[in-house]
């Protein structure tokens, strides 16, 4: 049983930079998906960014190419979401997720793909 954990939210002014760490636990495997999805009030949740861990290939939604790079420090277990030229339009709660070798698969950006889901970090980007 995994478990994630993600951290570094907090309130910055738009053009500005956040980091987000997602710490890994209990994987017993090396190739996983870690997903990261933002979440605003009455809406569904949406994919950000994805990294294959061991692999480091990564995705990227359209809205962020450019402004976000998911990377990994695979000796501590840990992504990071590297979040450029905030806009307030960014301003969500940040979920990390990992896959499970049990569950099924249905792209990146399916939220359905992911088994371990993290508790959440809010970023808000003020303009």
């Known amino acids: 049983q995994a478990k994630l954990v993600e951290s570094g939210g907090g309130s910055v002014q738009a053009g500005g930079s956040l980091r987000l760490p997602c710490a890994a636990f209990g994987y017993t495997y090396n190739r996983y998906y870690v997903g990261w999805f933002r979440q605003v009030p009455g809406q569904e949740r949406e994919a950000v960014a994805a990294?294959?861990?061991?692999?480091?290939?990564?995705n990227y939604d359209d809205s962020v190419k450019g402004r976000f790079t998911v990377a990994q420090d695979e000796a501590k277990k840990t992504v990071f979401l590297q979040m450029n030229s905030l806009k307030p339009e960014d301003t969500a709660m940040y979920y990390c997720?990992?896959?499970?070798?049990?569950?099924?698969?249905?792209?990146?950006?399916?939220?359905?793909?992911?088994?371990?889901w993290g508790q959440g970090t809010q970023v808000t980007v003020f303009s």
């Open positions: 997720a990992g896959t499970s070798r049990e569950g099924g698969w249905y792209g990146w950006h399916r939220p359905s793909s992911y088994g371990y």
């Open positions: 990294i294959y861990a061991d692999v480091g290939s990564t």
